[in-house]
């Protein structure tokens, strides 16, 4: 079992291999590895309450992914509120989370 | 302190400049908050990434139709990097080294600033061995 | 300590002014030159990075040919393959845009977008151009 943080920087909405980043995270939440999905950049766009994509968040975290947002990154874009299971975050957890909270991280 | 069973060196490769993309600024940001926790990081800049640590960048003024909106004039981000490397000579280190081809090609060798280390591919390479994580910050296209 | 490295394209970059996307010779430097073992994933449109007849020579500017050194990333992929280092592309990817198995460079291997998840797992530090 490993611990992965998947920093997602891109627009989910963007890009075709995005929705290969959400499979990602699910699938290897269901091959028993700890996941956290950390949405940074124009990666928090998609986590607005209301988003299309934003089910595709909610579903994940249900599957036990943590979904964290980045705040500085919300607040610029003006996202005031979170969908369901996206929780808001800082750098200093992401920092967290890379030193001490993984043993990997893939950055997209 | 670096933390006893946490990562004690993070390598980031960036190949994206400022001014039009924002992954210099988290970078630099992450950065911050790595040192801060006693992790060493060596920063490769590749591409576009090497005009970052060019010398002589200057603020400079808003167009005047629009210091309104956008104020007076914005920082240039030598100055953030400047910082940094500042920051990494009390605690734990921060390596900015900037990739030799991609300074030539865009002809900006001999216009690095100071404590930026001018290294090669051979770099990125023992940089990304030698890492607890490697983050790889990807150029859109 | 990274010893094992996987690295990912996803989107093609062709006549830049470099011999070729320079994220990929920078990555078949590290296949041939380092002593991390450094294995390549192809996929979304960087697929097309595998096709074996890619002729970049015809860019002119005045006359002047942009591709200096008659190259392109086919050839690149096959270094990669000499030198040790497994290159793959998914399938589903290639299919979906109309590139045939026989269409590759000899060598690669086809995987499935599941199949992805176990390269991830099984690399120290998984990089993403």
Known sequence: MSRYVIVTSRDLYEYASSSQVLELAGALKNRGHEVTLYLIENGVLAARRGAHLAARLSDLSRAGVTVLAEDVSAKARGIEQLADGVRLSNMDELADLIVDGCDKVIWY | MARQNGAKSVAIVLATGSYEREAPTTVLRLAEKLLQRGVNVNVWAFEEAVTLTNKDQIDHSEPGALQGILGEKHSHVSKYIDMLLRAGLHGAKLDWVSCILCVQERGVEKHQMNSVTIGTLGDLWKFIRAADRVITIPSYR | ???????????????????????????????????????????????????????????????????????????????????????????????????????????VQLISREETVGLIETHDAVMVW
């Not at chain 3, 062709?14 to 994933?41: I, K, R, S």
């Not at chain 3, 192809?42 to 020579?57: F, I, P």
Request: contains cysteine; negative net charge.
């Open chain 3, 1 to 107: 300590m990274a010893e094992k490295t996987l690295v990912i394209f996803e989107k093609p970059i062709y006549l830049c002014m470099e011999p070729v996307d320079p994220h990929l010779f920078a990555t078949a430097f590290g296949v041939v030159e380092t002593p991390v073992q450094v294995n390549v994933l192809l996929r979304d449109s960087a697929v097309t990075y595998a096709v074996e007849r890619q002729d970049m020579k015809g860019a002119r500017v005045l006359g002047v040919d942009v591709q200096e050194f008659d190259t392109n990333p086919a050839r690149v992929v096959a270094f990669m393959l000499e030198h040790g280092g497994q290159v793959y592309v998914v399938r589903e990817d290639a299919e979906a845009r109309g590139i045939a198995p026989s269409d590759l460079v000899p060598g």
